[in-house]
Each structure stands twice: as C-alpha cells, then as structure tokens.
C-alpha cells in the first residue's frame, strides 16, 4: 500500500451531523486552526441524515424550557442520565435549529409565524436535503479539508494521549497515518450486532444506519477509553417490514396503540420510549398481536401529510401505501420491534465524558451517537455536542503540541502492517467469509444475548454461552483476507463489531436488574432494584474488560476523576 503522512490540528472522525457541526464551530471560531474531517463514505449523503428526516426531535418550544427537557428525559430513561450533559445540550437546541435555517433548511411555519411544532418538543420540517446542507456549509470554509472514503481503524496514542489516527482508502490501496493535536471521535453507534427483522437481501432495511458499525467505539475501547452505559440498548418500535419510524403516525396523526382485539393498550406499559416497545412485544408474546397504530378514519389531509412526511425520510412507507392501493386512513399501520442497537443519541451508551465532551484519553474527545450520558439528542443535540466539543478542543490546543513525525511514523507502522497482512494472498484458503462469521456473531447474540428471538430476554447462563461463542469467532477472523480496499472495510467493520459485542455483554452481565424492559428483559431479575441507580462503566486493559460502577451526576459540571 502507498503510505501517506497528513498533519491537522484538529481531525474529526466521522462525517456526520455531529462531525460536520464540529468541523464548522471550530472553523468559525478560529479560521487560523487546520480542521479536518475524514468520513469512510462522503459528507454529502453520510450518516444517520443521510435519507433525511422530517422533524426535528429536541427543541424547546413555547412554555417549555432546559429544565423540562431535562425531566422528560430523565424520566424516559429511568434516571440513569448524566444532568450536566442534558442541559448542556439543551441549552443549545433552538439557535441550532436557527443555524440551519440560516443555512437554507426549511422549517415549516405555523399561521403566526412561528415554527410548527408537533408535540411538546419537536418542529416540523422539509429535510429531505439536510444533510447536504450541512455538507455545504463545510465547504465554505477555507481551513476545513474533507477526507471522503477513507475508513479509520485506529487511535494512535502516545503516554496515554491521543496523537491521531490510522486508516485507509476504500477506493485505492493507499494507508493513511494522520497526526493531529485534537481528535474529536463523531462516528455512529453500532447497527448490525444481532440478527436484524429481514433476512437475507433485505437485511440493510434495519432501522439504524446498516454501515454505523460502532467504529468509533472500538477505537477508544481499544485505545483504553472509558465506556458508559453500553446495556441501555436501544429497540425501535417501527413500522413492520420498512422499520420507517412510527412517531410521525402517533404525534402527527395522533394515533393510539392497538393490540389485534382493538384494544388501547399504551396506556398500561407508559408512553416512554421503552415502554412502548415493551407494550408491543408483551401484547404479542401474551397473543394479543399484531399491533398496530390506529390510523382507519383519520382525514384525507393527514393522508396527504402521512404521505409527503415519510418521503422526506423513509419513502419505502409512502411507497408500500401507493402499492396497497389503500391510504393510511383505510388501513392501520403494523408495527413490529427492531433488533436491539447501541446508539447514544437515543439512549446513555458511549464514552464517558465530562461536561465539555473530553473522554478520558487527553486529546480526544465524544459527540453525537458515540457521546454516553445524554439520551435523546436527536438532530439538534448532535449538533450541539459537536459545537461544544471543538470549543473545548480549541480551547485546549495550546496544551496539546505535535507528536514528532518521527515518533508518530512507528506508532502507524504497526497499523500498516496489520492492513498489509490482510490484503496479502493467503496459501490457504479461509474456511469462512466476512459475512458469513457476521450472521454467527448476530444469531450469537439474537438467541443468547435478548434479541429478538427471544423476546429480548436474557439471564445469566444465556449471557456466559454469548460471551464464549463471540469470543471463538476471533480465530476465524484473524484468517480473513481481502481483495481490495471494500473487502477490508468489511473485515475492520467486523472487528469493531465484535469489540462493542464484548463490552455490551459485560455491561449486560453487570446491571443485575431490568430498568428498561422494552429494550430488554433480564429474567434473573426482573424488576428494578434502586440499588442500581448509578452508571455501569468499563475500560479495556491487558485484553479484559474491567467492569466499575459511577455514581449518578446531578450536578451542572463534571470533571473526570481518576
């Protein structure tokens, strides 16, 4: 592979909402600094804004404020939530929102003028090309330098600190080694570990982006990063077989929950976003399913409103309604709980962080899905992490000089090996491929680790055979070879999947209690117990994972205590 060196004072890793927003705080506040972003797609159409979306979720609307965010998500989290950051954010939601309107996003108006809301904290808008809108605004920024189709796989430290990073092209066979003074990590949370709702060639129609393979996670962990809450999985309640998102039918049509014997059912498992997948999956296993969203008789202008909200962010719905002959109004919408993810825009799971977004490893920091301890960030909120952690990150670069290049060289060199090693010809032949040891690792953790098989039940005995069976796969993967640049995204992919797998399977095995029981069920104690309020954290040292436990912050700051 061609070797080539790059030096940046701040690199961010993911392309991103938060990614973007990062790259674009730092260049306004300090057009001087170097800024770049390296993203394994292209910023153009990369990411969970990729398809679109037609709301955004976190925004303080008219009589509400930071504080009633603040419960509302504590209370749709059970508790374990990290104060600091959740206001932090919050505080940031609305001029966000304002940002991309000035960046030519179209938020939909009211009769008064005022930004449409639809419900408490949400407005509507026409985003169907936001994401090349933030990808634009990138781009009118002389110190910001997009890197597009390179994947990186490594975090290169240096005592402790982190100096860059490594990775390489997609397209052609070139190694990249990139040394910088601040790193801000702004990648996806992890897709694809348990088996998904559709098989076979319809497996990417998942509902969280199937290429967020949890990259930026492993990288820390490996690095020795500290991890939060990686057991608050995330199961989205969707629509059936386009696992298109079911909010749009409940907030903007105002449809209720039914199970198949018509009745109204959310009430007796709660409106928050656990309990709504519970009352579902319980309706079913207890053989009152199907359940769906009651949309029969509903008027013909929400049809049309149904219709053009999920052309702006999952047409397969709009389009399976055109193909029914039968509008939302003449039939109910089925729904159907995807596999569990780790996302940390919806739930607490990611680096530990302290108020301004630093992780634990000096030089590095968290924002967007990958950031732990604020759940529900939607749009705004990974835009606002991203806005805090480059002023932080500026902030800090006088403290944080290059690492000599001579120094940073060897660090990458072992790096390069390991990418070299792969694409080189083996004398025998691998006895599986990348795919096929990607479906033994999700029916690994469908059947043995609460996934949907199984109701998304668990216990202990289920969770000892999980963490054997994913820890024989890394034999067969170490064999794994690849033809090209695509072929070896693959294998890294697969290798990052399998570093989050092993760290939610000692989160999972720690909290000994079910907290959130739509996201999944721990039938050696199925309660909750309030000795388990506090946060489940790990670092990887010497090979293992070290499991400790934090208490609740319900202070305004935080700083990282060793």
């Not at 962010?313 to 993810?341: D, F, H, R």
Request: hydrophobic letters at 35%.
């Amino acid at each position: 592979m061609k070797k080539q060196f790059l030096t940046t004072d701040i690199l961010v890793v993911g392309g991103g909402t938060a990614g973007c927003y990062a790259a674009i705080t730092a260049a306004r506040l300090a057009p001087d600094t170097s800024i770049l972003i390296v993203e394994k797609a292209n910023v153009e159409r990369s990411g969970c804004l990729a398809a679109g979306v037609n709301a955004l979720n976190a925004y303080i609307t008219e009589g509400q404020s930071t504080r009633d965010y603040l419960e509302f998500v504590r209370r749709d989290a059970e508790g374990i939530i990290r104060d600091d950051l959740v206001l932090t954010m919050a505080e940031r939601f609305n001029e966000t929102a304002e940002d991309l309107e000035r960046m030519g996003l179209v938020i939909q108006k009211d009769k008064n003028g005022n930004y449409a809301a639809r419900g408490r904290h949400n407005i509507r808008i026409n985003g169907e090309n936001i994401k090349p809108i933030l990808a634009a605004e990138t781009r009118r920024y002389e110190n910001i330098h997009i890197l597009n189709h390179v994947n990186l796989t490594e975090l290169l430290t240096e005592n402790g600190r982190v100096i860059g990073a490594a990775g390489f092209s997609v397209t052609d066979e070139t190694a990249y080694a990139i040394s910088a003074r601040a790193v801000i990590v702004a990648t996806g949370g992890a897709a694809g570990l348990y088996r998904p709702n559709n098989p076979g060639f319809s497996r990417h129609k998942m509902w969280y982006p199937p290429f967020n393979t949890g990259a930026g996670y492993a990288m820390g962990i490996r690095a020795g990063a500290e991890m939060t809450s990686f057991e608050m999985r995330f199961v989205a309640q969707r629509c059936k077989d386009t696992i298109a998102p079911t909010g749009t039918i409940a907030l903007g049509a105002g449809a209720r929950e039914i199970n198949a014997l018509g009745e109204v059912f959310e009430e007796r498992y709660g409106l928050s976003t656990s309990g709504r997948a519970y009352g579902a999956a319980n309706e079913a296993r207890e053989g009152r399913g199907p359940c769906f969203l009651r949309t029969q008789g509903i008027s013909p202008e929400q049809d049309g409103d149904l219709l053009k909200a999920y052309l702006n962010m999952a047409p397969a719905q709009t389009l399976k309604w055109i193909e029914s002959g039968k509008p939302p109004s003449a039939q109910n919408v089925e729904v159907e709980g995807t596999e569990p993810y780790i996302v940390g825009g919806h739930t607490g799971s990611g680096y530990w962080v302290d108020t301004a977004r630093r992780t634990t490893l000096p030089g590095l920091y968290a924002a967007g899905d990958v950031s732990g301890g604020a759940p529900k960030k939607f749009v705004t909120g990974a835009l606002a992490e991203g806005s805090i952690a480059a002023e932080t990150a500026l902030a800090d670069l006088k403290a944080l000089p290059h690492i000599p290049e001579s120094a940073f060289g060897e660090k990458a060199k072992n790096v390069f090996d390991g990418y070299e090693t792969r694409l080189a010809p083996s004398d025998e032949e691998p006895l599986f491929d990348v795919f096929a040891l990607e479906e033994a690792m999700q029916k690994i953790m469908d059947e043995y680790a609460g996934g949907i098989r199984t109701g998304y039940r668990y216990n202990e005995n289920q969770l000892s055979v999980a963490e054997e069976r994913i820890a024989s796969l890394a034999g067969p993967v170490e064999n794994l070879r690849a033809r090209d640049g695509n072929g070896l995204v693959r294998i890294y992919e697969l290798i990052d999947r399998l570093t989050v797998c092993r760290v939610l399977l000692a989160h999972m095995r720690e909290r000994k209690e079910t907290r959130w029981p739509g996201f999944g069920i721990h039938t050696g104690y199925p309660k909750v117990d309030e000795q388990q309020e506090n946060y489940v954290n790990s670092k990887l040292a010497d090979g293992r994972i070290k499991i400790f436990r934090r208490a609740l912050v319900r202070e305004n700051t935080y700083e990282h205590t060793h």
